[in-house]
C-alpha cells in the first residue's frame, strides 16, 4: 500500500495494489472517487480537498500507522 499527499493539489492518494492495473472509477463524491478492477478489487482511493475532509492543516501532515510493516520510500 502506498499513500501519497500531493499539496499543491491539495490530493491524497491511497494505492492498495502495485502495478498497473486497468481501473474504472466510481465518484462517491466530487472531491471523493475509488479505483477499482475489472474483478471489482479496490486499486485506490483519491481525496480531492484533502485538508478540508481530512482535517490537516500542514502541507506534509504527519500520518500513523497501526499494525503494519512499514518499507521506506525515496521521495519522487
Given at each position: 500500500?502506498?499513500?501519497?499527499?500531493?499539496?499543491?493539489?491539495?490530493?491524497?492518494?491511497?494505492r492498495?495494489?502495485?502495478?498497473?492495473?486497468?481501473?474504472?472509477?466510481?465518484?462517491?463524491?466530487?472531491?471523493?472517487?475509488?479505483?477499482?478492477?475489472?474483478?471489482?478489487?479496490?486499486?485506490?482511493?483519491?481525496i480531492?480537498s484533502?485538508r478540508?475532509?481530512?482535517?490537516?492543516?500542514?502541507?506534509?501532515?504527519e500520518?500513523e500507522?497501526?499494525?503494519l510493516?512499514?518499507?521506506?520510500?525515496s521521495?519522487?
Amino acid at each position: 500500500m502506498r499513500i501519497t499527499y500531493d499539496p499543491r493539489a491539495d490530493a491524497v492518494y491511497s494505492r492498495f495494489v502495485e502495478g498497473p492495473r486497468e481501473v474504472t472509477t466510481l465518484r462517491l463524491t466530487e472531491d471523493i472517487a475509488i479505483n477499482y478492477d475489472p474483478r471489482g478489487g479496490v486499486v485506490g482511493l483519491e481525496i480531492l480537498s484533502a485538508r478540508e475532509h481530512l482535517k490537516f492543516s500542514a502541507d506534509e501532515p504527519e500520518l500513523e500507522i497501526e499494525n503494519l510493516n512499514l518499507t521506506a520510500a525515496s521521495s519522487a
